[in-house]
């Protein structure tokens, strides 16, 4: 834990300068007043593409390595072919910072919506690998747009990759009161990376004899979503279907309002980059509708990271009381970010 | 519509056995009088395996082709190591007989439960590729066991294959009332693959005028499933995208037991395949708990595919009927598959 934090700020697309924005607002609110906070913004996105052609040039991509952590907003607008931005933006600093924990919390928060009938229990967390699988950007097409066309994506798995993602999950598994972790793949039909991330999870699992265990195929895995999601407590799974699973998981725990994520270097080579799991949402963009909840709670996560945990169980609290408060009424943006900066800095 | 139906019968695993029987049970009630049911059983699965370590001989693949149709049960048993059935029995089948339509209707039937709240109305079908994308086994392992393995899995897409399971899709919908057809994949990640499906998507629907179109992304669509499953009418999608989506769409429509599936050939050239979506249940094999409904529905499936249009939705109502009077007692496997029976011969 530092005195000072040097954060960049990637607003992005759509809602992502609002949502931002009040991010922002409440880690100032939130942070010891000794704490010196310097915030940079990069002009980053679709905007900045249509102006210069630039999705991410290496010269900040250089600058924003020497930050301490990097604050993101949305990435994406229809107005820019699909992958572009998402490749060459958003995926890049995946890759380039080396973020291979996806970390992605999912809890059902008192008196909010989920399409569930019954309310279960659920208090979750995905650990997604962050820079291999079928994201790596390998693959190719030949004859492209003819009939004779193949297209080919390759989903590259290492087992240095793959430990260092199982071994995390178990560490975060071990560290909690239930102490589950279940394995999420396809190993009866991607035989080869399913079964290297299956013996990986068996060998660093004898290092953790209090941890439970099981696997699921992603398929099955779906299903205990929405029928029975409290049996799960930490999953560990692969780049793409944790992509899937944890969208799914913000729907049953009240929406993609609510879902923050890390995208995590655990070693402290490269920043950390923290980003609401919702996308820029155009649709609403500039409405005051888009709700600031996941990016605050993204903010929590960022400075778990940085190591003001205080802080951020203040935020997580705050997040909590301001839920089980709500009436259905409706708050802008603007007014939800102000309701939960209050809350942290009372 | 031939006057003669020549079936081949692979039980294969756990509860294939016992909802496999009632699915014949129901085809020989369904069936008008003058038409001739020969079937053969093939002993296929974890206990041939186990036995002569043989999944699927090609003289009984080549014996397979002759006939008109299969009927399967499920694959799988954990005493075989993972993939070895799959690839070598269920897969093979359906990339030996070039099964390109992987077809699963979606309906909310009456009287079901759902882990939805509000029981919102759904009755879509997914056409799941069947013979490519990530399910083709192309892929390898380097450096096995070392901790300086990789391990790769590709996804091939070829136009032809692509092509030939968009246009299904637009006639499917295009029968439809509501003529909607959804394309899912992640194109803005898996850009070869995504950027081919979404110009041959659009390319296809040219010839369609009346039938509406939307692209999702898969996670997106994860989202739909449980918050707005009624928005869905005809979804085309890969193969394994179709596989995740099909066991949530199951799990939201009343569960696993009730899923059908056909693995079909539209050419002809090759029998198609006919197999509820559920697994082998080696948990629950032999306690007569098994729902056979799956089975049967995929009977009627079969049904429609060889020209019994009215003998397939007989089933179809049959089944409407059956679970709009369960009661929530509990019936066994033989009861249900003796009450769909009786109904459909009435
Ligand atoms: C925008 C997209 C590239 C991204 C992903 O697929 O990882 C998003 O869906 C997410 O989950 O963060
Ligand atoms: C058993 C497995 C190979 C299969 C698949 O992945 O296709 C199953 O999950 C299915 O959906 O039919």
Do not use: C
């Amino acid at each position: 834990m530092s005195t000072s934090i040097n954060l960049a700020v990637i607003p992005g697309d759509g809602i992502g300068q609002e949502v931002v924005a009040q991010g922002l607002k409440v880690l100032t609110a939130v942070l010891p007043q000794d704490v010196k906070l310097e915030t940079k913004q990069y002009d980053l996105g679709a905007q900045r593409w249509h102006r210069t052609g630039e999705t991410l040039p290496e010269a900040e991509l250089e600058e924003l390595k020497h930050h301490d952590a990097i604050l993101l907003g949305a990435i994406g607008d229809p107005s820019v072919p699909s992958g572009v931005l998402e490749r060459g933006l958003l995926l890049k600093l995946r890759f380039a910072f080396d973020h291979f924990i996806n970390l992605r919390p999912s809890k059902l928060f008192p008196n909010t919506a989920t399409p569930l009938a019954g309310r279960p229990e659920i208090d979750f967390v995905v650990v997604r690998e962050g820079t291999e699988g079928p994201y790596t950007g390998n693959g190719g097409s030949l004859r492209t747009g003819t009939p004779a066309e193949v297209a080919t994506e390759v989903s590259i798995n290492t087992a240095y990759g793959v430990e260092r993602v199982v071994r995390d999950a178990y560490e975060r598994a071990n560290a909690r009161p239930r102490k589950k972790l279940t394995l999420v793949h396809k190993n009866n039909v991607l035989v080869y990376a399913g079964h290297m991330w299956k013996n990986i999870f068996d060998k660093v699992g004898q290092e953790y004899p209090e941890v439970t265990t099981d696997y699921l195929h992603v398929d099955a895995a779906t299903i205990f979503f929405v029928t029975q999601p409290e049996r799960f407590d930490v999953i560990v799974t692969d780049n793409l279907f944790g992509d899937i699973l944890t969208d799914l998981a913000a729907a049953v725990t009240g929406g993609i309002g609510l879902a923050a994520s890390g995208n995590i270097n655990p070693t402290g080579a490269f920043p950390s980059m923290f980003e609401p799991v919702h996308g820029s949402a155009p649709d609403i963009a500039g409405t005051g509708k888009a709700d600031p909840t996941a990016t605050i709670l993204s903010v929590a996560l960022l400075l778990r990271h940085l190591g003001y945990e205080a802080q951020a169980v203040r935020i997580e609290d705050a997040v909590s009381a301001d839920l089980a408060e709500r009436d259905g009424t409706f708050r802008s943006t603007d007014a939800i970010g102000d309701a939960l900066a209050a809350r942290v800095a009372g």
